[in-house]
Structures are given as structure tokens and as C-alpha cells.
């Protein structure tokens, strides 16, 4: 399993975390999501043989917001 924190902005409250959290657990190899509203920013922990950057930041833009 790997590790990545991204940056988010566009999220103003807890419900913006739950829809993070929400599209990120969703997909394919994805074992957790911790999402933080005052560092503007998630932690996942993912299989990198079925998921990466690349879709986590595809998703969260899908979902309304800024990735990096």
C-alpha cells in the first residue's frame, strides 16, 4: 500500500469533506480516505497497481473541487 496527501481547495465545510471522502472511497483500490477541512487537504492509502494520482485528482474535480 502507498501513501499521498493532496491538496483540496474549494471545500468550506464538513459537507465538502463528506463528498471528498465520498468520491475518493469509491474507487477501485482505495483502502482509506482522511480528509481534512482546515489543512485543505486528503490522505489516502491505496494499492498503487489499481489506482493513482491521476484518478484521485479526476474524481475530486468531478465532485466540485481543486486538486493538487
Known amino acids: 500500500m502507498e501513501t ?5 481547495t474549494g471545500m468550506t465545510c464538513m459537507g465538502c469533506v463528506n ?3 465520498k468520491v475518493l472511497t469509491a ?19 491505496y494499492d498503487a497497481a489499481r489506482a493513482n494520482q491521476g484518478r484521485f ?11 493538487a
Open 19 to 21: 463528498s471528498v471522502k
Open 57 to 67: 485528482k479526476a474524481a475530486i474535480e468531478d465532485a466540485g473541487f481543486e486538486a
Open 4 to 8: 499521498t496527501v493532496m491538496k483540496i
Open 27 to 45: 474507487l477501485d483500490g482505495v483502502q482509506s480516505v482522511e480528509v481534512a477541512l482546515d489543512k485543505a487537504q486528503a490522505t489516502i492509502v
